[in-house]
Structures are given as structure tokens and as C-alpha cells.
């Protein structure tokens, strides 16, 4: 089991940057992939980014070249640089915990049905 909370989401106009953190109540580097998920109001929920803890990532195509994943072992957290911000990244972002492999997630995608354990979310907001 594995509790996740995140924080640093907020406002921010089209063009800006945030960073958003989540903290695990335990060590997850050894068991488990982690990833960033976002939701908007009446659209399904998509997969942002994941990492290993080899340090390999996966991107979605809307995201890649903006957004960074990157985890602190030491500290049992996980981050998300979020730059260049579009009104469409406006949504509910959250983490979650799989135990699937990075090679599944590499060749299938960051897929919601992948995902076991999952925090409360943080929401986003880019005006324009």
C-alpha cells in the first residue's frame, strides 16, 4: 500500500510555468513506476508522464518538450515541471503508483487501467 498526496498546483497564465509534487508515505523506487495523470471537466482521464526508477520516462505527444518528470528517492517524492502552459492543460492533476513494468508502460502508453494506487489531485488552471 501506498498513500499519495499532491501539492503546487494554482493559476497561471498561458505561456508560465508550475511545478507540482507528490509525496508518498513510503519509498517507492524499488516496487513501483510512477506517473502523472491529468483530468478535465467532461474528458477522460490521460496519461502525463511516468518514470522508473532507472530514470526512463514516458511522455505523452501533447506534453513532450514542456513537461518534465523526475522523482527524489531520498525523499519519496515525485515532481512535474510544467513550462510553456497552454489553456489545455487546464485540468485536475494527479499521481499514481503501478507496479506494472516501464517496458508495458514504454509500449502500451500511460494507461489509467495500469495505475493501483492514486492521490487526491491538484487542480491546474492556464488562462489565456
Known amino acids: 500500500q501506498v498513500q499519495l498526496v499532491e501539492s503546487g498546483g494554482g493559476s497561471v497564465q498561458a505561456g508560465g510555468s508550475l511545478a507540482l509534487s507528490c509525496a508518498a508515505s513510503r519509498n517507492t523506487s524499488d516496487d513501483y513506476r510512477m506517473a502523472w495523470f491529468r483530468q478535465a471537466p467532461g474528458k477522460e482521464r490521460e496519461g502525463v508522464a511516468a518514470i522508473d526508477n532507472q530514470g526512463d520516462t514516458r511522455y505523452a505527444a501533447s506534453v513532450k518538450g514542456r513537461f518534465t518528470i523526475s522523482q527524489d528517492n531520498a525523499e519519496n517524492t515525485l515532481h512535474l515541471l510544467m513550462n510553456s502552459l497552454e489553456p489545455d492543460d487546464t485540468a485536475m492533476y494527479y499521481c499514481?503508483?503501478?507496479?506494472?513494468?516501464?517496458?508495458?508502460?514504454?509500449?502500451?502508453?500511460?494507461?489509467?487501467?495500469?495505475?493501483?494506487?492514486w492521490g487526491q489531485g491538484t487542480q491546474v488552471t492556464v488562462s489565456s
Open positions: 499514481a503508483a503501478t507496479r506494472v513494468s516501464m517496458l508495458a508502460i514504454q509500449r502500451l502508453g500511460i494507461m489509467t487501467q495500469y495505475f493501483s494506487y
